[in-house]
């Protein structure tokens, strides 16, 4: 697996020790047994891993609720499996029409974890008393709340809104800001007015806080071959959660002052679960890719998941020694370019992009000693980069336990949903 941010031009790592070797070949053949009669292209979820992972957030989140993020799941069935453990509340949502969609079909408390400027939905939104009941929209300027009001189309139901702080941590007088660029209010005062301008407003109802802290839940602190870099990444989170901790209880405090019957304050990601949680002022934890457990999220020191998430393609060429082919395989993972957007030849183990082509559109070129042991109509098995993403590759995904496909079921995609 390339480092973060390298290209493909690195040089390749050396080879996983004997033992992993072993195991990553009792591991492709399990999966090859279980999808032997349908044909690749194809993407699976192993229900084992998926469950021990659901469990190990569910035990790092020490008590408080786990909110699923959708985005990084795209699966009904799967959202329900997740929800139906102890430990899990409510879905984070990334469209307003997903949420309404979500809402609508039975999940009874979705936040939509971004800002939105469907009218269409909105209006939907306002009309529909299960739907207004069941789905708090996301607002971090009160521009939003004048769009949703315009966008009412006569609808009477009153709309739950949450409020979002900058969690970016900023050093130097401010000359230094890292985190992402979300909300524009850092201070539990500009947060506090904010509230004020929701609860001033009718037809709204101030019901959340958010406070998403990426720079520590979505950056990982162990990057391979990185020791340096790792470090520094280690540092700068440490002081981050400081400052955040202090920040956010304040901030909270600010909001209920405004609005006492504040019903959660969201936080954290899968990356940062058990340190969010400790904090007294968050509710819940918000979490999705951690059930997949992709690529990207092996950088971390705090926690270790099992891939769950897999997908399949067909060797379909030979064309030398040391080479293979396999169809498709150009599905980059969203954010900042780099060799870590790619996804992972996986299974066999010791396979490498050309560093001239990389994953393309429609064949990908496969580089290492395991090509020779592979022919044509055998499987290569990849891990994506993040999670979700990959099933707006696929329509299907085949639940995989043991050695067997015990159940198929559609993704987002498969549903002919296309939210984003």
Not at 3 to 25: C, T, W, Y
Request: glycine content about 10%; hydrophobic content about 45%.
């Amino acid at each position: 697996m390339a480092p973060p941010h390298s290209g493909p031009h690195s040089a390749p790592h050396s080879g996983p020790p004997v033992g992993a070797l072993a195991q990553s070949a009792a591991e492709r053949a399990r999966y090859d047994r279980a999808t032997a009669g349908l044909d690749a292209p194809l993407a699976v979820v192993d229900l084992d891993a998926f469950d021990a992972n659901a469990d190990d957030l569910v035990r790092r989140a020490g008590g408080k609720p786990i909110r699923v993020a959708s985005k990084s799941v795209r699966c009904r069935a799967l959202l329900r499996r997740a929800l139906e453990r102890p430990g899990f509340a409510g879905v984070m949502g990334f469209t307003l029409a997903e949420s309404l969609w979500l809402a609508r079909d039975g999940f009874g408390d979705v936040l939509l974890a971004y800002p939105s400027a469907d009218r269409a939905s909105f209006a939907e939104l306002a009309a529909d008393a299960k739907a207004a009941a069941a789905v708090t929209v996301m607002v971090d300027s009160p521009e939003q709340l004048d769009l949703a009001e315009a966008a009412r189309a006569g609808g009477r139901e009153e709309i739950r809104v949450c409020v979002e702080l900058d969690t970016s941590l900023r050093m130097l007088n401010g000359r230094i800001r890292i985190g992402s660029r979300r909300s524009p209010h850092a201070s539990p005062a500009a947060l506090a007015e904010l509230a004020r301008a929701v609860v001033r407003r009718p037809g709204f109802r101030l019901v959340g806080v958010m406070a998403y802290e990426g720079h520590v839940a979505g950056v990982g602190d162990a990057l391979r071959g990185r020791p340096g870099r790792s470090a520094a990444i280690r540092l700068m989170q440490a002081a981050a959660r400081r400052e955040l901790a202090a920040r956010r209880a304040e901030a909270v405090r600010a909001v209920r002052a405004v609005a006492p019957e504040l019903e959660f304050v969201n936080g954290g990601g899968t990356g940062s679960v058990q340190h969010t949680a400790a904090e007294e002022a968050v509710t819940e934890i918000a979490a999705g890719s951690g059930l997949y457990h992709p690529r990207l999220f092996d950088n971390y020191t705090s926690f270790a998941g099992r891939p769950a998430a897999l997908f399949a393609l067909p060797v379909v060429r030979r064309p030398g020694p040391g080479v293979v082919t396999v169809l498709g395989g150009g599905y980059p993972a969203s954010g900042a370019a780099g060799g870590d957007r790619l996804p992972e030849p996986w299974l066999p183990a010791g396979l490498r992009y050309d560093p001239l082509e990389g994953a393309g559109e429609v064949q990908t070129p496969l580089l290492g000693a395991a090509a020779d042991d592979l022919a044509v109509g055998d499987r290569v098995w990849f891990r994506h980069a993040k999670a979700g993403e990959l099933c707006e590759r696929f329509a299907e995904l085949h639940l995989v336990r043991g050695d067997a496909v015990v159940e198929t079921v559609a993704t987002y995609r498969g549903e002919g949903r296309t939210f984003l």
